[in-house]
């Protein structure tokens, strides 16, 4: 148990002093995380008699065979099969990556993709309109938050721009489920389960029983500012809520380095400020373009992407709650 106290510590110094770098992290008994460089989006894998069960596939192919390498090389396991968090292309680009293996998601993942890019009767679609992109990359009011033309639309466009990301070959879900699903391992369980809308639909909380270590997806970011888009703010908080009263030692984030239930507690606050900062201007009549230009949460403001995101936070969390 010390050693694996140990291992844990120096793993969280590794990822603070070695951020720019991917890494792959051994968290406990066959189980890993591979941590995004510099806050982009983060994976998992647990080994099982059948494999490597993995958790999220990275934002493109390139980062995704990174990950498969890094990942059978460290363990001489191969992949047994992929569970997707949700459906953001920052987690599922990389599917492609491990279309020999089962893909498991919620039914509202896979609902999402058919919605935007149509049925598809293979399962994998080839995203190359921009505004297919940007709605499977931050939700489906995308276009609405930010319109062709407005002046912050350029970081956007350049989100979904380069090489990666010209022509995406995305692979979808081959298996579905709606409530929970359990995987039995030899000396652990580990859950899936779905809690309702939240940062977008179809967001999983997915951790291990015995070990106490949960992989939060997009439900969680540390050390960046979160994208609120099309999410559900109140389910939101309402799922954190939730989590904080389970069991965990050990928290995945979606995008930042690998935390602890105490760091969840403090995202809840910053997504609680903003929502009670929005609602406090709503209250005092501001229209919604003087609440984008004018709130703002200062003890965030330093966070990574606070400042090109915030507006649009603002503008989205504004109609969510003019709309209750
Ligand atoms: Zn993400």
Known sequence: MRAELRERASARKFVMLGSQQQSLQKLGDGVYAWIGAGGDSNAAAIETSDGLLVIDAQQNQRLARSFRHALETTTGRPIGQLINTHFHLDHTAGNIVFADVAIVAHSRTRQAMQTYLGPSESGSWTVSDTDDKLRLFFGSNIRDLVPP????????????????????????????????????????????????????????????????????????????????????????????????????????????????????????????????????????????????????????????????????????????????
């Open 149 to 324: 033309g407005d002046p912050s639309e350029a970081w956007f466009l350049k989100r979904v721009s380069g090489p990666d990301y010209d022509s995406i070959a995305l692979r979808g879900p081959s298996e579905t489920f709606e409530d929970r699903l359990a995987f039995h391992l030899t000396r652990d369980t580990l859950h899936a389960e779905y809690w309702g809308p939240a940062h977008c639909d179809g967001d999983l909380i997915v951790h291990l029983e015995k070990q106490k270590i949960a992989f939060l997806g997009d439900l969680f970011f540390f050390g960046r500012f979160p994208w609120f888009g099309d999410c559900d703010l109140d389910g939101w908080i309402e799922r954190l809520d939730r989590i904080l009263t389970m069991d965990i030692l050990t928290v995945v984030p979606g995008h930042g380095p690998v935390a602890a239930l105490r760091d969840v507690a403090e995202f809840r606050g910053l997504l609680r400020a903003v929502r009670d900062a929005v609602a406090a201007a709503i209250k005092a009549g501001a229209s919604e373009d003087a609440a984008a230009h004018e709130v703002q949460v200062a003890r965030y403001a330093d966070m990574p992407r606070y400042r090109e995101w915030m507006p649009f936070n603002v503008r989205s969390t504004y109609r969510y709650l003019k709309s209750r």
